[in-house]
């Protein structure tokens, strides 16, 4: 009698699991080149196709950088600065902190919105900690989409699968320079490494069974025919980005060529451009030496030397300046911050006229972005405790205001609001209207905490001073009694 036995599912992905990987695989290698081209772009890597008219063979490999998809790229990104994560009930939030301290996501949610805005999206990986306790916190990671991709249910608005492919983890024991996968499913995430045969060998199952994908997508400029999301360095900023670049290499090559002024002499013998020796003089030592002292002919005449206009780059600079302005309004960013400048400076209200847009921009990405936070810090928690966090406790995200208001105009709203009875002067909201940062705003309420603290015991002081008072021998008339 012959006995089957079957593969175990812990060494072997199931024919299911390997379709399911071959589709995302090709999903991901079908997007990284359009992902690669922008990162060139904001990287100032990009090759700029040339007309191939005025640019000399010799100069082909001159190569001219305008760094204008970067400034605008991070110039939204700065506003985005992510402070804190609280429940929106107001009550106790430390665990939502202790999470977000742990995996370091104040500095990090920097890089997670840098890459939504290069590559129009990011990814948030929740897991497990994998220290070994049971107090270990959640593990929170921003992946790029170089590395990632994720399947997307419409209908309920969440992933059914994911896949990352990357460097192998120093815990694996594999090769130098090994690759690995890691796909992530709604009960369990499964990594493994490229088997001998040419497949791939399960090396871990993290049976997690949550009924859901520990993946977050953090998308930019979404639509509802592509909620994959698109890049903030758009076909038109890289077109801009390339005519810039010829105009400035075009620069370089009249530099070249129409630099120093060229001249023309008429009727000069041949010996001007001779040594002592009789050798001819190379162009150079020609142009600044002894055509400056030419000698006289047999008929006694000087011979006629001139010059002809040098080249003027002022067409060029206004050329520039205008893909300059153009720019800016792709970016939504004031013309000076792309180096577009006038002989009047702009007034501050003018200035904050023009960052009206990006503020805009900026408030968008922030409740895009936060809602992305919120669903990884919900995963992180039901990774912790076993179970999902109360459907009614909502998990709110704290921005720094992205706008630049003064902090005088700050100030003066806060204290209005305050006189109207509006706000009470000892709430949280009054303290992050007055612009203070959640750092600040805690030592503000740690600040407080100890003046009640205080009062409390200067009362307490001051009533068992009482007491003794009431309690000790009175003196009247001379007499000594009891009070």
Not at 116 to 122: I, K, Q, S
Not at 382 to 400: K, N, Q, Y
Not at 422 to 447: C, K, Y
Request: charged share 25%; proline share 5%; hydrophobic share 40%.
């Amino acid at each position: 009698m012959t006995v089957s036995i079957p593969e175990l599912p812990l060494l072997h992905l199931s024919d299911d699991e390997i379709a399911l990987v071959q589709l995302l695989r090709a999903d991901m290698m079908r997007d990284r080149w359009a992902l690669q081209l922008r990162d060139a772009y904001f990287n100032g890597e990009q090759l700029v196709r040339d007309l191939g008219i005025s640019i000399p063979p010799q100069l082909k490999g001159l190569h001219t950088v305008i760094g204008w998809p970067r400034v605008g790229v991070e110039s939204l990104e700065e506003r985005l600065d992510l402070e804190a994560f609280r429940w929106a009930d107001g009550r106790g939030s430390s665990e939502l902190s202790e999470i977000a301290e742990a995996n370091d996501l104040f500095d990090e949610s920097s890089l997670a919105h840098l890459d939504a805005l290069v590559y129009g999206r990011e990814y948030l990986a929740v897991g497990s900690g994998g220290c070994g306790t049971d107090d270990c916190p959640p593990l929170i990671t921003a992946e790029s989409p170089l590395d990632m991709t994720l399947m997307w249910d419409a209908r309920s608005r969440m992933g059914t699968a994911a896949l990352r492919e990357c460097a192998a983890d120093t815990f694996i024991e594999s090769g130098p320079e090994e690759r690995m996968l890691v796909l992530y499913l709604p009960d369990q995430t499964v990594m493994c490494l490229p088997s001998e045969s040419g497949g791939w060998e399960v090396v871990d199952r993290d049976i997690h069974r949550l009924g859901v994908v520990p993946v977050v997508r953090m998308a930019n400029r979404q639509r509802t025919a592509d909620r994959v999301g698109k890049s903030e360095i758009t076909p038109e900023v890289m077109s801009i980005t390339d005519a810039a670049c010829r105009r400035l290499m075009g620069m370089e090559v009249a530099a070249e060529f129409f630099g120093a002024p060229q001249r023309y002499i008429l009727g000069a013998s041949e010996s001007a451009f001779q040594d002592a020796e009789g050798n001819p003089l190379d162009a150079w030592a020609t142009y600044i030496g002894r055509v400056l002292g030419l000698e006289r002919d047999e008929d006694g005449n000087v011979p006629t030397v001139g010059q002809f206009a040098a080249h003027d780059p002022t067409g060029m600079t206004r050329i520039i300046d205008l893909y300059a302005r153009i720019m800016s309004s792709q970016f939504g960013l004031p013309p000076h911050m792309l180096g577009y400048t006038t002989d009047n400076p702009a007034s501050a209200d003018a200035i904050r006229s023009t960052e009206a847009k990006l503020v805009k921009r900026s408030e968008r990405r922030i409740r895009r972005f936060g809602r992305a936070w919120q669903d990884a810090m919900r995963l992180a928690l039901w990774v912790r405790d076993g179970e999902p966090p109360e459907a009614s406790r909502r998990i709110e995200t704290v921005w720094r205001n992205p706008a630049t208001p003064t902090v005088a105009a700050q100030a003066d709203a806060t204290v209005k609001l305050v006189a109207a009875g509006i706000l009470p002067a000892d709430s949280d909201v009054t303290l992050e209207m007055a612009g203070l940062s959640e750092g600040q705003r805690q030592r503000v309420r740690a600040d407080r905490q100890r003046a009640r603290g205080t009062a409390v015991l200067d009362r307490l002081a001051a009533l068992g001073a009482s007491d003794d008072a009431a309690r000790s021998p009175e003196v009247v008339d001379g007499d000594v009694g009891l009070g």
